[in-house]
């Protein structure tokens, strides 16, 4: 590794590094979140008081009432890509600070908002924010870390242009749920049924524009031309996509005891995913559409069926295939810059970790 | 009048205008809201169709399904101060349209998230937002609204400084709503009772801290000097708190047929206003105390004798007395900085006018 502690390395190596395996991801991560987590604190101690435990709930940090806690929040890949992104273009790791503080801050709030919206009454295996404090008080502070997150971005020295970054992103984070609460409504099959490019592009907006938007942040932060910057953003976005369609893939096929989930819960639910969306146009289609023609959610034995169709007509494969093809135009968007290798190797080892997941 | 017209005059008068009276007010704001509404309506056909019909909804321009309307939604004080704040320090009233674009947005977003938060379901005598379209959508819109905001002042080319001015107008904004919210919780006398200077910063930062980003935000987009930018930031804070207490008086003894609220309403519900704060430490203040130490609501007879307890105990005159101080500190702000004569008595009109509402 070129870079290695918590200030990483800003002079590129002389020579290209061994390869990191996606073994490497969590230490990496690790990095990345324990730089971070300074300032991510101290954003969040500005809060009124009440609004910044509901943030450390939300983050793990404490229990109802403010008990310190510390329960696992996730692996932070947003944070990770922002620091990244600074560190590939050869910027300090602390450059991408500010922009990992507002990402991961958004990702929060989504998550507090996208909880109410769909009802979702666990997270990470403990009750939402709404379920612990009520709805009106998680409304308001996931509007309290959105403003906060802007304000991390506002106060860099490329504020106008880091603010539009974060601004575009959040916009397209409510198009994607939009789309995606607008999709249950929606026919599977004939006139109004939701096409595999509609699906995309909702996983787009929904959950790529957040990832691009880190990655972009990180190194526009740092100073990277235009250009770079764009192509960082481009990159996350397919990678967001493939993780939203390998996301898909765990809701149906995925170990309840590892994703926290039920098992097949989103065809239980009727969710439109993309594994589903294909198999539809694949061989047993027919029948699988008017297994799920029917309005009220399906049984254990619906559901059991249901799943047997998808991988039959070729669901799975297709959405696997799909996934890969995403990775892929990432992966390729990233060879073509010229990037600092030891951060480039680290970035890569994320992004392979997050591909391993289900690929 | 200095100025005519939608575009404003940048240039001072050469003597001194006539002062307007209060009754001008409703002029200027009508010239501000025109010269805002392309701009406004621009941004808002950005958004995602669904969430550009509810913002549309909000602002009384279309019915539940889209359909055209014209149902009057505000008289657009904010925007207009957005406007002013740029005419006074001699800028063009278009320099301050992004700001006040940005601040009708917040206004919009605020409602939509309030109403959910205060499970209040009519808004201007048409179901809330929340009512009509769904808790969950009516968070998204105004997480929509929200973004918007941000985005309409970070495309100007004083990003960076506009930005934090709106972001921590926003942040005031939770925070008094976070107070509001745990002010139901706590008793009115005794320990840990509300004291006026609480409620008053509350007052400030929900009510406020909008008014004041709206001036500060024109003029700092029309190229002011930081010091000018902060004294109207206060000024329109002082405005804020004097508007809040107006509008606390009147939930208790307004005309419901012009308030478009039940009579006494604020009482019925028991919620904390500056009228009741204040009688309870008059004569009378222990009866009062008593009557509202019920848990629960209360009914006809005992709101209409704690409305007459709190008039007897002088929490009326000491509210009025209060937001007139609020006022007059306002007004010596303004009056100590070198503005443009003509839109200056336009922006004391303003004040008046929504001053004259209940003082």
Redesign the interface.
């Known amino acids: 590794m070129a870079s290695s502690g918590s200030s990483g390395s800003a002079v590129p190596a002389t020579s290209a590094p061994a390869p990191l395996s996606p073994a490497a991801a969590p230490q990496v991560l690790r990095r990345c979140r324990e730089l971070v987590a300074p300032a991510l604190g101290e954003a969040i101690d500005?809060?009124?008081p009440?609004?910044a435990e509901m943030a450390r709930y939300a983050l793990g940090r404490c229990e109802v009432g403010g008990a310190p806690a510390d329960h696992s929040q996730g692996k932070g890949v947003r944070q990770a890509l922002a620091v990244l992104g600074a560190q590939v273009v050869a910027g300090p790791a602390e450059a991408g600070v500010p922009g990992a503080v507002a990402v991961e801050l958004v990702h929060v709030f989504s998550l507090l908002?996208d909880d109410?919206?769909?009802?979702d009454t666990l997270r990470r295996g403990r009750p939402a924010v709404w379920k612990a404090y009520g709805?009106?008080?998680a409304?308001?502070a996931?509007?309290?870390l959105?403003?906060?997150a802007?304000?991390a971005v506002?106060?860099t020295p490329h504020?106008?242009p880091a603010?539009?970054q974060l601004?575009?992103a959040?916009?397209d984070l409510?198009?994607g749920?939009?789309?995606d609460?607008?999709f249950a409504g929606r026919p599977w099959t004939g006139p109004g049924a939701v096409g595999a490019g509609e699906y995309e592009t909702m996983a787009e907006h929904k959950t790529g524009a957040l990832l691009g938007c880190a990655l972009a942040l990180g190194s526009r932060l740092a100073g990277a031309p235009d250009r770079t910057v764009t192509v960082l953003d481009r990159a996350g976005r397919h990678l967001g996509v493939a993780f939203q369609i390998a996301d898909d893939v765990l809701g149906i096929w995925g170990d309840p005891a590892a994703t926290g989930k039920p098992v097949h819960g989103d065809l239980r639910q009727g969710k439109k995913t993309l594994p589903v969306l294909a198999a539809l146009n694949g061989p047993g289609g027919a029948e699988l559409a008017e297994l799920l023609a029917v309005s009220h959610s399906l049984d254990d034995a619906a559901v059991r069926r249901a799943a047997a169709l998808v991988e039959r007509a070729g669901g799975r494969t297709a959405a696997v295939r799909e996934a890969r093809r995403h990775l892929a135009t990432a992966d390729g968007l990233l060879a073509d810059l010229p990037f600092v290798p030891g951060p480039a190797a680290e970035l890569r080892a994320v992004l392979s970790a997050l591909a391993d997941r289900t690929l």
Chains 1, 2 share one sequence.
């Open positions: 500005t809060l009124h009440w609004i908002h109410i919206m769909d009802g709805t009106g008080p409304v308001l996931g509007d309290a959105f403003a906060l802007v304000e506002a106060r504020a106008g603010v539009r601004t575009r959040l916009g409510v198009r749920q939009a789309d609460l607008l």
